[in-house]
C-alpha cells in the first residue's frame, strides 16, 4: 500500500510541479517554440504505455510493466533534467509519459491481484488522496526549487522517490504471476500509435478557436475511432449491460468534469478579473472535494455501489450545470468555490467506484486490457469536453465568453445526467464470495 501511494504521489509531483517550471525551462534552454511539444510528447506516450502494459499485463502480469514504467520514468526524469537542449528535454519527458502510461495500468493489475474485493474502495481512496497534497504544494515547492537551486532538480529530486516507491513494490510484485491464460491483446503497439495520433489530433482541435476545429475533430475520429472500438470492451458503444457500461461511465465523467474545469481559470479571469492566487482557490477546493468524496465510497458498506455511482453523477452535473451563475456580473467570484467543491465530491464519489467496478467485473486474464480501456477512456472523454467548450467559445467569439459557457456548461452538465440514466445498465454487485475475492497469489498458493 505504501509503495502504490508513494508511486501515485510521485507522478502527482511531477505532474503538478512541470507547468510551474516550463516557463523557467523555455528560457534557460532557448526553445519556446519547443513549449507544447513537451506537453505533446508526453500525452502522446501515455496513451501508447497504456495500451501496450494493458497487453503486457495480461500475458505476462504486471511485473514487468510496473517495474519497466518505473524504469522509464526514472530515465526520463534523469533525461529531462540533465537535458542541454529542448529536444533532448522533449525526449525526456516522452520517456516519462511511456513509463506514467504503463504505471498506472499496472498498478490497477497489482490491485486486482493483491487486494481482496471488500479493501479495494479504500485502495482507490488512498490513492486519490495522494493527489491532494501535491495539488496544494507541488507548484509551490517547484517554485521554490527552481528559485534556490534551479529548474533541474525538479526533475532530478523525483527520480530517488520513484527508485524508492519500486523497491517497496518489488517483494509484492514478485508474488504475482502471470493469468495463466493466454488471450489476445485488443490492441496491439501499432494500433495504439495510431489511437495516440488520433487523441493528439482531438486535443488540438480542443486548444483551437478557429475554423480547422471542425475538419480537425473529423480527422481525429477517422484515425482514432477503429483502434479505441477494438481496445473497449465489446457493446461499449451501444451501452452493454455490465463492464461496457462501467468503461463508458469513466469517460462521461471525465468528460463533464474536465471539460468544464478546463475553462474555469479563464472564466475566473476573464469575467471576474481574479489574480492567479484567487484562481487556484477553487480549484484547490475541487481537489478537497474530491479526497472526501473518494474516503466515503471507501467506507461504503451496501454490496449495491450504484447508489454512490447516481450520487457522483448527481453532484457532477449539479456542480458543472452551476458555473453558469459565473457568467451573471453581479455574482462574485467566491461562488466558484462551493460549486467546484461540490463537484469534486462528485467526481471522488464516482470514479473511484467506477475503478472499483472495473475490476470486479473483470476476468483475471483481461484485467490489463480493461484496466488500459478505462484510463483511454479518461483521456478520450477530456478530449471531447475540452472540445465541446472550445467550439462554443469559437462560435460565440472570445469577446462573447459568457455566452459562450452558457451554451457549453449545461451541454458538459448532461454528461452528468447521461451518467445517470446509464448507471442501472450496471449490473447489481453482490458481496464477493471469499474464494473469488482471492488475489491471484493466493490462488497460486492454494493450488500449490
Partial sequence: MAGLVLVITVTAVEAMAVATVMPTVVRHLHGLHWYGWSFTAYFLADVIGMVDAGARCDRRGPRTSLVAGLAMFGIGLLTAGLAPDMAVFTLGRAFQGLGAGSLIVAIYVVIARTFDADRRPRVFAAISGAWVVPALVGPAVAGAVTDWVGWRWVFLGIAPLAAFGALLLVPVVRQISASGTATAPRLRLAGGLRLAAGLALGQLAGQRLDWTSIPLVLLAIAVAGPPLVRLLPPGALRGGRGLPTAVVLRGLLSGGFFGAEAYLPLTLARLHHGAPTEIGIPLTLGAFGWSAGSWWQGRYRAED??????????????????????????????????????????????????????????????????????????????????????TAVLVAGTPHLATALRVADPLLALAGVGGLFLVSRVAHIPAADPADAAPASRQATATT
Avoid at 467570484?333 to 467496478?357: C, F, Q, Y
Fill in 305 to 390: 455501489r450504484r447508489p454512490l455511482l447516481r450520487a457522483g453523477f448527481t453532484l457532477v452535473a449539479i456542480g458543472v450545470a452551476s458555473l453558469t451563475v459565473l457568467t451573471v456580473g453581479d455574482v462574485s467570484l467566491w461562488a466558484a468555490a462551493p460549486i467546484w467543491m461540490v463537484a469534486g465530491a462528485g467526481m471522488g464519489l464516482a470514479m473511484s467506484t467506477v475503478s472499483v467496478l472495473v475490476l470486479h467485473l473483470s476476468p483475471v486474464p483481461e484485467q490489463g486490457a480493461n484496466t488500459a480501456a478505462l484510463q483511454v477512456a479518461d483521456v478520450v472523454g477530456s478530449i471531447v469536453g475540452v472540445t465541446i467548450a472550445a
